[in-house]
């Protein structure tokens, strides 16, 4: 199962490194979006907090149902989460778009 897991997050490298890029250069509005999604995580069954679903051990909290790290997830703004519980804010090509706009710099 976890090898599933991880085909799939090969296919979404590019939110997988947005979240990761927006959780160590912290910007107050990408965390504002990552805690109103944690409170909803927070409530769902397919939270792990041990790590038994993640697709990466030791990344855990993580969706039991698609095995991505919250930690990550959470702050990508093109991630949307696999039940429906919370829609992606920007599309990858809108967010570049959004980015060279504003001059938003990393």
Do not use: H
């Amino acid at each position: 199962m976890k090898i599933i897991k991880l085909l799939s997050a090969i296919k979404n490298i590019d939110q997988i490194y947005e979240g990761v890029k927006n959780k160590i250069f912290k910007s107050e509005d990408v965390e504002k979006v990552a805690n109103e999604r944690w409170l909803i995580c927070q409530q769902c069954i397919s939270l792990d907090l041990t790590g038994k679903k993640c697709a990466a051990p030791g990344t855990q909290p993580c969706c039991a149902d698609c095995g991505c790290s919250l930690g990550f997830k959470l702050r990508a703004l093109s991630s949307s989460c696999p039940l429906g519980q919370w829609n992606a804010i920007f599309s990858n090509e809108l967010e570049e778009q959004f980015k060279k706009q504003t001059g938003y710099k990393e």
